[in-house]
């Protein structure tokens, strides 16, 4: 398989079911800032944060590929036909179990902090604020997206969050707060 296919050439990029988008398509955006977001995780993995961390993102790594290719399938024909490409209410559910268990350890929020901390911990607040920008995509997208979608993206720039306080507790980052 080449890497280059010239197909794009012309600005062009083709959907699920080879339907034909112009890559500033907002469909196309919304799903090019998932692939940005995952990015992201991965420069946060690649700082070798603690198996705990490193596991929840792999994981997550692992859904927004799903995401994407949900995204980029307007027929919804995927679906149907590559299971590990559906994101559904129990990814939602493992996010929010997720939040749950390193919330738990972290002392409580007092005021608003700001972003910074670790490499890791400054990274992951970056994957936050790039959550935000494919969230707010994702529901301008017409027609709708699948509601567990937005969930799922709503649910997951929290965990961002508290990951990146986690990783910045673990490494006894002071938060500074505003």
């Known amino acids: 398989m080449k890497i280059y296919t010239r197909t794009g050439d012309t600005g062009e990029t083709s ?12 469909r ?3 799903y090019g800032e998932v692939d940005e977001l995952n990015a992201w995780l ?4 690649a700082s070798s944060p603690d198996a705990a961390v490193d596991g929840e993102l792999a994981a997550i790594q692992r859904d927004l590929f799903a995401l994407g290719a949900q995204l980029a399938d307007p027929a919804e024909t995927l679906a149907a036909r590559v299971t590990k490409a559906v994101v559904g209410d129990d990814h939602v559910a493992r996010l ?18 700001l972003a910074g901390g670790t ?4 990274a992951l607040h970056v994957a936050r604020t790039v959550c935000r920008r494919a969230e707010r ?4 997208l017409d027609p ?8 799922y993206i709503n649910r997951l720039s929290d965990l961002l969050f508290v990951l990146a306080r ?3 507790h673990r490494a006894g980052a002071a938060e500074t707060e505003w």
């Open 166 to 168: 986690a990783v910045n």
């Open 144 to 151: 709708a997206v699948d509601p567990v979608l937005v969930r």
């Open 42 to 45: 991965g420069f946060v993995r």
């Open 119 to 122: 490499p890791a911990g400054a």
């Open 96 to 113: 929010e179990q997720a939040i749950d268990r390193f919330d738990g350890a972290l002392p409580p929020l007092r005021r608003f902090i």
């Open 137 to 140: 995509r994702i529901i301008s």
């Open 28 to 30: 196309v955006d919304a």
């Open 15 to 26: 959907l699920f079911g080879g339907t034909r988008a112009r890559k500033d398509d907002p």
